[in-house]
């Protein structure tokens, strides 16, 4: 696996060409990968959302501001950190920005050091949510491949019966209970019950199913 | 009449005869008689009474022989006593042909023994003519009852015979008259009730023939109540005064349902003791009179109108004529007087004219010059000789002006201009020059430049003072502007600041690295110097927009002055959450204004039309700034926003002083605008967009092609 920061994309959205080009200038020569927008509109259209990465937005904008962007992504399954910067000290946007998950919010004229922390801590975060995202799918992945008779003792599993209780409440024998398991516990590579129980509720397994 | 007189005569005659009978009567006085044998015995009394009896008697015995006649027959038929006893059927004999067959019944009927009484017929007289008589008679009877035949009474009635004809024929007369004179007739009693009418006026009440009408009173016929009233309130009257009420003029609905017009005359009846006991009226049916009448109204009244539309019609014409015959007066006088005018003009004025004669070889001379020369400028016409000493009255600083308008002149085009005359006291005064080349198509050159020149220095030195005191006018706008403006600035200033210190901070990192990026490190070299000159450009347009200057106006790039105010803009844009758009068209003519000015009223509307958006939703604020050549090929600068638009009674205001619609405002920013705007010949106006907003539209003049 790679590391976030090397994974990592820089988006860049403000409408001053100025201060877009020296942001995209300073973040590049720190070695990290950067797309500049103009507008909200335009990072809207041209953005893939499969790329992670951060965004360093400009909090007031002609049209749609960072702000309504920031509400626009609130929904995406893979968080985009944000880091507003602003020319106005606003601080009720500020802490409005803040409240709604932004990493952080920074003033202009700024440090460079103050915002080159700012996205290193962003693409961290930002690597980490993309890695819980990863293994979510994994686990997704291998839930998939069960057999609906395997699911169910999975379930019983995870809910912290023995292979007993498993057996009777499903009227079968514990020998076959046991079958099932070994063969679960392989189909989800999981090496120990509490590494099949965290992938179990990573896939979305519910660990209290109905009876 | 005569008759009746020749019958009083004769009665009176025979009442003498009677008398002097009556006397003989007398016993002792009694003459004899020989004829009728009438001695002194009782029966010869009686039978001298019923000889001069004045009628006619007789006595007829049974068997129809006529006893005994008085002397009456003769008076009354010529036959004498004797004549008649000897008739064998008296009195057949006298009795006139057509009335003998009926009186032979009546006589025979008498014979009978019947009574009679007054059985009128004629008698023939003996000499032929006919009278008119009347025979009473009754049967006579002795004691005993035997029968003695009768005795007959016959009396002379041919006088009432002759009356009653006479009524008879008036009577006929009358009806005559009655029925077919062309009127309504009728009368009434005391009580109102009809006692006849003709047949004109049973028609019109609806009865069927006049006899129906009597005993009926009004109520009981076709009118309608209010006529019945009146009609009753006419018959009181007559009744009550006895007096004719003569000419009432009614309408009456007539049983026909038409309404015609009458003209009734109501007169008194009176009986035979000159009591009145009635109304008799007449009403004559004037409807197709009046009609008449009415028509022959209207033709008068048509005929009067036509009289004086055409009277009319001469006195316009005869007014037009006098007023022509005034105005060529008045224009003669005008034409007169004008001349004379002229020179009281030339010799009040402030004013002086003049004419240079321009050689073939382009020197020139006064040709003349008006007193007022000598006066406005401090110098003699002496003073004028050839171009170069003219020029010396010239300050030094219009020199320029004179020669260039000296150019145009000698070129053949007309020129306006103002300069400055240097008094020979030193004293410096405004003129204005206004002179015109007088083209020689034969000689194919100016050869005579005409002028006149006033001494306009009071009016500079008040436009000095206007101007002073508008240009601190403006200025108070555009610091007010401005104040506005502060956040906007620093923002605006912040820009190119956090660019700067990005790209140094950048440069510094980029030179640490081995090896240094140096092309990187030029390149944020160049945006820091870019961004640098940035910054000082927004301040020293700001210092230009807050200088307190006089304006001077040059000729101008619409685009430039534009341009110059977009950072402005955009910032104030910015501020409102709004976005701003400028659509500048390439072939803008070039304008002479003051920059700072144009830019000012620029900016006044933009921020108008961002403070009217401020009530939208943020996306929805939009700004749009163009600049278009117009067909007349002036330059047009439109600022159109999306804002909620203008009520009416706020758009017809909005150009007044003091008039403002924000919480804040002091109502002169559009004042200041269409002043500026104004005072560089253009105009600010506002229109209502088709969609949401207004739009106010700066139009500006072009600026002239020789102008610097």
């Known amino acids: 696996m790679t590391t976030g920061a090397e994974r990592g994309l820089v988006f860049v959205v403000d409408d001053d060409a100025g201060v877009r080009q020296m942001i995209s200038r300073m973040v590049r020569s720190v070695g990290l990968r950067v797309e500049t927008y103009a507008s909200v509109q335009e990072f809207l259209d041209l953005y893939d959302r499969r790329q992670t990465g951060c965004l360093v937005l400009d909090v007031r904008m002609p049209g749609l501001s960072g702000l309504d962007l920031q509400e626009r992504l609130a929904g995406l399954e893979v968080p985009l950190p944000i880091i507003f910067i602003t020319g106005h000290g606003d601080i009720a946007m500020g802490v409005r920005a803040m409240k709604r998950g932004a990493m952080d919010f920074i003033e202009k004229p700024f440090q460079d050091q103050v915002l080159l922390d700012a996205i290193h801590a962003a693409l961290a975060r930002a690597a980490e949510l993309h890695e819980a995202a990863q293994a979510r799918d994994d686990a997704r992945e291998r839930l998939a491949t069960l057999t609906p008779r395997e699911r169910e003792v999975l379930a019983l599993v995870v809910d912290g019966r023995a292979n007993k209780q498993i057996a009777a409440q499903l009227g079968t024998a514990e020998q076959t209970i046991k079958m099932h398991r070994s063969r679960l516990m392989k189909k989800m590579d999981a090496d120990s019950l509490p590494a099949l129980v965290r992938l179990a509720q990573l896939g979305g397994v519910a660990a209290n199913p109905r009876r | ?708």
């Open chain 2, 1 to 708: 009449m005569s008759d009746a007189r020749h019958t009083k005569a004769e009665l009176l005659a025979e009442v003498q005869r009677l008398r002097a009978r009556l006397v003989q009567l007398e016993p002792g006085n009694a003459p004899v008689h020989a004829a009728t044998g009438v001695g002194s015995d009782p029966q010869d009394h009686f039978r001298a009474v019923a000889d001069y009896t004045y009628d006619m008697e007789s006595w007829v015995a049974p068997d129809g022989r006529l006893l005994w006649v008085n002397l009456a027959v003769e008076r009354l038929t010529g036959y004498s006593v004797d004549e008649c006893l000897a008739m064998g059927d008296y009195p057949l004999p006298i009795v006139h042909e057509g009335d003998r067959v009926r009186m032979a019944a009546v006589f025979q009927g008498a014979l009978a023994g019947s009574n009679g009484n007054d059985v009128p017929f004629r008698l023939r007289c003996k000499d032929g003519s006919v009278r008119w008589v009347a025979v009473s008679w009754q049967p006579l009877q002795a004691a005993d009852g035997r029968g003695l035949g009768h005795r007959s009474s016959i009396r002379d009635i041919s006088d009432r015979k002759e009356a009653e004809e006479a009524l008879q024929a008036h009577r006929a007369l009358l009806a005559t008259i009655i029925t077919h004179i062309p009127c309504g007739v009728y009368w009434k009693d005391r009580e109102f009730r009809y006692r006849g009418c003709n047949a004109e006026f049973a028609r019109a009440a609806g009865v069927a023939d006049p006899a129906a009408i009597v005993g009926k009173t009004d109520h009981e016929l076709a009118w309608e109540p209010e006529q019945t009233a009146w009609f009753r309130r006419c018959d009181e009257r007559v009744l009550a005064t006895g007096e004719a009420l003569l000419h009432i003029e009614e309408s009456e609905r007539q049983a026909d349902g038409r309404v015609a017009q009458l003209l009734t005359n109501k007169v008194p009846l009176r009986d035979a003791d000159g009591q009145v006991c009635g109304v008799l009226g007449v009403d004559t049916d004037v409807s197709q009179l009046k009609a008449v009448a009415a028509e022959l109204r209207r033709a008068h009244d048509e005929l009067e109108l036509r009289v004086q539309a055409r009277t009319a019609e001469l006195a316009a014409t005869n007014d037009q004529l006098r007023r022509e015959i005034a105005e060529r007066v008045r224009v003669e006088e005008a034409l007169r007087t004008s001349e004379e005018r002229y020179r009281h003009v030339a010799e009040l004025t402030s004013d002086f004219a003049y004419a240079f004669r321009i050689a073939p070889d382009g020197s020139s001379e006064a040709e003349w010059i008006t007193d007022a020369f000598a006066r406005v400028t401090g110098r003699d016409s002496v003073d004028l000789g050839p171009p170069h000493r003219l020029l010396e009255l010239v300050h030094p600083d219009d020199h320029p002006t004179v020669v260039r308008s000296v150019q145009l002149l000698l070129a053949g085009k007309s020129s306006a201009t103002e300069f400055r005359m240097v008094r020979r006291d030193g004293q410096v005064h405004w003129l204005h020059n206004h002179a015109r080349p007088e083209w020689d198509e034969t000689a194919h050159r100016v050869v005579r430049i005409l002028g006149a020149a006033q001494d306009i220095s009071q009016a500079k030195l008040a436009e000095e003072e206007a101007r002073r005191h508008q240009a601190a006018l403006m200025h108070m706008a555009r610091v007010s502007t401005m104040g506005g403006l502060t956040a906007q600035l620093a923002h605006e200033l912040n820009q190119p600041l956090c660019t700067i210190v990005g790209n140094a901070q950048t440069a510094q990192r980029l030179l640490t690295t081995d090896p240094p990026d140096i092309a990187e490190t030029r390149a944020a070299l160049d945006d820091i110097v870019t961004h640098g000159n940035r910054a000082a450009d927004i301040i020293h347009r700001l210092r230009d927009f807050l200088r307190l200057q006089q304006p001077t106006p040059v000729v101008l790039n619409v685009q430039r002055v534009i341009e110059d105010i977009a950072t402005l803009a955009e910032a104030d844009a910015r501020q409102h959450g709004a976005s701003i758009h400028f659509e500048i068209s390439p072939d803008l003519p070039a304008v002479r204004a003051d920059p700072i000015q144009l830019q000012q009223i620029i900016l006044n509307l933009v921020r108008n039309g961002l403070e009217a958006m401020m009530r939208m939703p943020p996306g929805t604020r939009a700004l749009k700034v163009q600049a278009q050549r117009e067909d007349s090929g002036g330059a047009v600068i439109r600022v159109s926003d999306l804002g909620p638009g203008l009520p009416e009674a706020v758009a017809a205001r909005m150009f007044e002083p003091f008039f403002t619609t924000k919480p804040t405002g002091l109502g002169m920013g559009l004042v200041i605008s269409r002043s500026i705007a104004e005072s560089h010949g253009g105009k600010l106006s506002m229109t209502r967009n088709a969609g949401r907003g207004v739009t106010f539209h700066l139009a500006l003049p072009a600026a002239a092609e020789d102008e610097p």
